[in-house]
């Protein structure tokens, strides 16, 4: 007889533990995540921030395949990162590396990897440091309390505006120029522009400026992630999609 014939082979038992042992092993190493349903996202931002617009456009690109509820949440980017002890805006203007990279990164790269037409401004820290976001802030605050169902096309109305075509966002004219283009109606625009002038949205988008930091928040766009409260994920930036979906079980494809 054959030394193959006398070959002793493992057992059913035996090879049903091994492989449950394997099994078990790759799943340390696995980088797949078992897929849920609904998923929140509380979303704060100021249209100051160029860097969040590729965000925003990534969380309505994904609003349907991810069946993501989005929490607008308008803050005072100037008075958040005070709070929260980040002058960034003093790092770039003291950096003159960091700020030639930033500007490069964001007309070049990010232009064409998100697919929206970011055109640098001539002068944006005339825009950031100087005339700042609390007009257009309060506004969408005011938008938000009255007419939420025109925020995505606000946002990005106050995006193209400002970090595309390079004017200004910040007078009653600017914000009328952007509300009109979001498709609002000249009454609507009217009382949202009284409205971001009373306490109550003042104290508004002060409370989730506030808010924000208080969760950690230190720039924008910061985003909270989250399963209807459960799973809570914090994350900073526009460039963490792919980590989000690995984390919640979604599926990323591209930015587009």
């Known amino acids: 007889m054959s030394s193959l014939a006398l070959r ?42 160029p860097y969040t617009w590729p965000a925003f456009e990534v969380l309505i690109r994904y609003q349907k ?33 960091k700020a030639s990279y930033q500007f490069m990164d964001l007309e070049t ?13 001539a002068d944006s820290f005339r825009l950031i440091g100087m005339i700042g976001s609390l007009q257009q802030q ?17 946002v990005r109305s106050f995006f193209m505006r400002s970090w595309s075509e390079d004017k200004d966002v910040h007078t009653a004219g ?7 283009l979001a ?27 506030e808010e924000a930091v208080e969760r950690g928040a230190f720039g924008a766009p910061t985003m909270f992630w989250h399963e209807n409260g459960e799973n809570e994920q914090m994350f900073w ?5 792919e980590m989000i979906a690995h984390i919640h079980g979604k599926e990323w494809l591209g930015p587009n």
């Open 8 to 49: 002793k082979y493992p057992s059913y038992t035996s090879l049903k533990h091994m492989l449950v042992k394997c099994t078990n092993q790759n799943a340390q190493f696995s980088s797949s995540q078992t897929a849920c349903g609904k998923l929140n996202v509380d979303f704060y931002f100021d249209t100051v921030s």
């Open 65 to 97: 395949r991810w069946d993501l509820d989005i929490n607008y949440k308008p803050v005072f980017l100037g008075g958040l990162t005070n709070a929260a002890s980040n002058p960034y805006l003093a790092s770039m203007a003291e950096c003159a590396n």
């Open 109 to 121: 790269r990010n232009a064409n990897f998100f697919n929206i037409p970011f055109k640098m401004k």
């Open 138 to 154: 309060r506004f969408a605050t005011a938008v938000l309390q009255s007419h939420p169902q025109y925020m995505e096309h606000l």
């Open 174 to 180: 600017d914000i009328t120029a952007v509300a009109l």
């Open 183 to 209: 498709g609002m109606g000249v009454e609507e625009i009217e009382d949202c522009l009284a409205a971001m002038k009373t306490e109550t949205v003042k104290t508004a988008l002060k409370e989730v400026t």
């Open 237 to 241: 930036g526009s460039d963490r999609f």
